[in-house]
């Protein structure tokens, strides 16, 4: 562990910009810091997690966290990294958002740490109580449009053919003012965030200035960007949540196995706990053996654990394993489903599994598994069918309802590899 936060920070690749007195300012403990979070989804994603992280990082160092859940701000949008307006959400449906969000930023953050407690707060708490010509005249006063149109996250968007709304434009504002009011109540002196964030934030240094003549600090983060020039955080089926409902922990884990090997190092220095010795040692295994994979297996393992939690992570391993012949006994319908979701599949009703059952053969030609019983007994007798992946060693065995997984699932499988699922309706 490097001797200050902002050098643990740098070490790991996660200053991206920083006002000239950070370095100072975090070398002093404790520095109230905050980040922000929005409310537009019920849950987070994983590319909350640098920014998450990188608050936990700054609590272990002693200085105090606080999230800022976005109650107030969610209702406007900000444009930042946006190409076109955020859909509006109700104050009821943020407010359902933020009950979720809540409990994902505990899972980081010390709540009960009796020398530097983290901090959840709302900003609809103050924003919403404010009065518009009030607002206006105490705090649109110290800004200028010019200074406005300036920002990166403003100017992109007046180059396109729908513009920016009115109720855009104002994000800045509203942002700086939460500065301002965490800066009056809370002795918050330091504002996080991605880089996109670099013109909101500075905007409220700069108000904190003008209004109360005093310094404050801003520090963000780069944004993460994948080897391949696909977006982080980003599948085939869409973003990748923390929240198990939204991206189970065997998704979860998969997604973190799969990543790219010009990744590796990187992603074990932004999102995980570990020591710059074991990331090294990692990172060397993974030049001289990358077919093991061994860097990729302990990146999944500790995300998947910090997101969820050991028992999670011990259900992904075993469902990782299944595609590669492990047992099945014992998950359940969803986790099957999840597993297989990929494969091929099909439907047959319970009552072909009834009475003496469903001849194997059968089976395997209705699933287009074989194309002719000869063909599938031969593949039997070889040894090179499985259902449940246990190995079918008669031809004219019969599957019965006692075979289901979960009472509603059946996994063929031919030779090493190819899987058949089968979906058993009643």
Known sequence: MADNAFDELKWRGLVYDATESVPDLLAQAPVTVYNGFDAT????????????????????????????????????????????????????????NLTIIKQQLAHFLDFDSRSNPARLVNNADWLLSLKLVDFLRDVGKHFTVNYMISKESVKMRLQREDGISFTEFSYMLLQSYDFLYLFDHMNCTLQ??????????????ELIRRMRGKPAG????????????????????????????????????????????RDMVNYLKFFTWLKEEEIRELEQALAEKPEQREAQRRLAREMTRTVHDQTALDKAEQASQVLFGAEISGLSAAEVSDIFADVPSTELAATRLQAEGCPVADLLIECGVFPSKAEARRAIEAGGVYLNNRRISDSTARIGIADLIDDQFLVLRRGRKNYFLIKVAN
């Open 41 to 96: 989804a019920d849950s987070l994603h994983v590319g909350h997690l640098v920014p998450l992280m990188a608050l936990a990082r700054l609590q272990r160092f002693g200085h105090i966290p606080i999230a800022v859940a976005g109650g107030g701000t969610s209702m406007i949008g900000d444009p930042s990294g946006r190409t076109a307006e955020r859909q509006l959400l109700s104050r009821e449906a943020i407010e359902a």
């Open 192 to 205: 996080t965030g991605g880089s996109d964030q670099w013109g909101n934030i500075t905007a409220g240094v």
């Open 218 to 261: 801003a520090l963000v983060y780069p944004l993460i960007t994948k080897a391949d020039g696909t977006k982080f955080g980003k599948t085939a089926s869409g973003s990748v949540w923390l929240s198990a409902t939204r991206t189970s922990p065997y998704r979860f884990y998969q997604f973190w196995l799969n990543t790219d090997d």
